[in-house]
């Protein structure tokens, strides 16, 4: 079945440190969502990527989709404690949105 | 407030008893989900409705059932035959379809602990 893998599993950086994961989609994705889930959280939207090779920043996020529409990053500039928490990426193939495992950021001040 | 609400926060049942988990929303989507979160395992996809009177079985729907009378609601019983259930379980909804913003709203997640 269509699978989307996310690595890496955990990630442990000091605070001011950068932190990037990585989506990799068995097939061609129509698009990509990215969501971050907090601690004892649920999870929260925060970007959707539509068009091949679409780049999309928000503040210190920078969300990438790659040219085949199979695989997409998220990379934080300058982590802050407040970026703690899971964050997945969903790709939708089809009606289905199918979800990665998530990656676990952690930060230390 | 337009959202989804998930009641309660934390369910505690003794083994071998049924329990339905609580999903409703006021934001007018078509299509609902439940998924399954266990730690290092992401979201399981439980059951989804992309209409009313309709659902279809996600990848671990063994032991789980559902039922979507209403639009806004979608509740999920857990039966004596899911042999783990202890699980946070999470319920969304969105406008199905593959264009424009369709993202998953979700619902704050019942914590389900058999015992």
């Known amino acids: 079945g269509q699978q989307v893998m996310q690595i890496p599993q955990y990630q442990h950086v000091q605070e001011g440190e950068d932190f990037t994961t990585y989506c990799n989609s068995s097939?061609?994705?129509?698009?990509i969502q990215w969501y971050k889930q907090r601690p004892g959280g649920h999870p929260v939207f925060l970007i959707q990527?539509?068009?091949?090779?679409e780049v999309k920043k928000q503040k210190r996020l920078t969300f990438q989709f790659g040219e085949a529409k199979k695989n997409s990053s998220l990379h934080i500039t300058a982590t802050q404690t407040t970026d703690v928490g899971t964050y997945f990426c969903?790709?939708?193939?089809?009606?289905?949105?199918?979800f990665g495992k998530g990656t676990t950021l952690s930060v230390s001040s | 407030d337009g959202g989804i609400t998930q009641s309660p926060k934390y369910l505690f049942r003794k083994e071998g008893q049924n329990v339905t988990l609580s999903c409703e929303q006021n934001?007018?989507?078509?299509?609902m989900y439940w998924y399954r979160q266990d730690p290092g395992q992401g979201l399981r996809l439980i059951y989804y409705?992309?209409?009313?009177?309709?659902?279809q079985k996600g990848d671990i729907a063994e032991g789980y059932s559902v039922s979507r009378e209403k639009k806004e609601s979608f509740p999920l019983t857990v039966t004596s035959a899911q042999k783990n259930p202890t699980a946070f379980y999470l319920c969304?909804?969105?406008?199905?379809?593959?264009?424009?913003?369709?993202?998953?709203?979700f619902g704050p997640g019942t914590r389900l602990t058999v015992l």
């Open positions: 969304a909804s969105r406008i199905p379809g593959t264009s424009g913003y369709n993202e998953q709203f």
């Open positions: 097939t061609t994705l129509s698009n």
């Open positions: 990527l539509v068009k091949s090779g």
């Open positions: 969903a790709g939708q193939a089809g009606t289905a949105l199918i």
């Open positions: 934001l007018n989507h078509d299509a």
């Open positions: 409705s992309q209409i009313v009177n309709d659902f």
